[in-house]
T-cell receptor, first 110, second 112 residues
Framework: SQQGEEDPQALSIQEGENATMNCSYK?????LQWYRQNSGRGLVHLIL?????REKHSGRLRVTLDTSKKSSSLLITASRAADTASYFC??????????FGAGTRLTVKP | NAGVTQTPKFRVLKTGQSMTLLCAQD?????MYWYRQDPGMGLRLIHY???????AKGEVPDGYNVSRLKKQNFLLGLESAAPSQTSVYFC???????????FGEGSRLTVL
């Protein structure tokens, strides 16, 4: 079964607004990663947060991790049309492999 | 560097045919993975490898076989293709099982 579950499944916002996506998982993890996928392309790594970290920033991205609730959020600030993509969380809870959720499809309208 | 390269990018098969997808990485990564992506399902792990000569099953291994004879290559085989295997297949590699995954651009397979 999939380890991560993203919420919402789809999100549509205006350029300049912030976008927040959430990920819930089921078991203990070493780290949680967020990936981005443009339509028809492979996934690209955005950010990794370790289980002993609570928040991490990278440019316009902010990721939080709450291990007590087994959840993470990805915030994209001041969104741009180019941020339109699907976003996935992935965890390593199953040992030697990484498992992904179904993703959040973000549309940023110009 | 090319990163992770998948071949072929597109393939159409008839039910019962066999084929092999090739994944090659030039980053000297130990870990390699094959995922399939279906609409609304996200990515599901088929098989993975933690090093040359090793393979292991993922979430949805049935109907697929893999081999890792060389560290840089990870092959995914379909012995007898079925319409349910119509999907986009992604290969990924990583330096460790907790590290960043590097993905190929995908192979779109249609089974008629």
């Amino acid at each position: 079964s999939q380890q991560g579950e993203e919420d919402p499944q789809a999100l549509s916002i205006q350029e300049g607004e912030n976008a927040t996506m959430n990920c819930s998982y089921k078991t203990s993890i070493n780290n949680l990663q967020w990936y981005r996928q443009n339509s028809g392309r492979g996934l690209v790594h955005l950010i990794l947060i370790r289980s002993n970290e609570r928040e991490k920033h990278s440019g316009r991205l902010r990721v939080t991790l709450d291990t007590s609730k087994k959840s993470s959020s990805l915030l994209i600030t001041a969104s741009r049309a180019a941020d339109t993509a699907s976003y996935f969380c992935a965890t390593d809870a199953w040992g030697n492999d990484m498992r992904f959720g179904a993703g959040t499809r973000l549309t940023v309208k110009p | 560097n090319a990163g992770v390269t998948q071949t072929p990018k597109f393939r159409v098969l008839k039910t019962g045919q066999s084929m092999t997808l090739l994944c090659a990485q030039d980053m000297n990564h130990e870990y390699m993975y094959w995922y399939r992506q279906d609409p609304g399902m996200g990515l599901r792990l088929i098989h993975y490898s933690v090093g040359e000569g090793t393979t292991a099953k993922g979430e949805v291994p049935d109907g697929y076989n893999v081999s890792r004879l060389k560290k840089q290559n990870f092959l995914l085989g379909l012995e007898s293709a079925a319409p349910s295997q119509t999907s986009v297949y992604f290969c990924a590699s990583a330096a460790s099982h907790t590290g960043e995954l590097f993905f190929g651009e995908g192979s779109r397979l249609t089974v008629l």
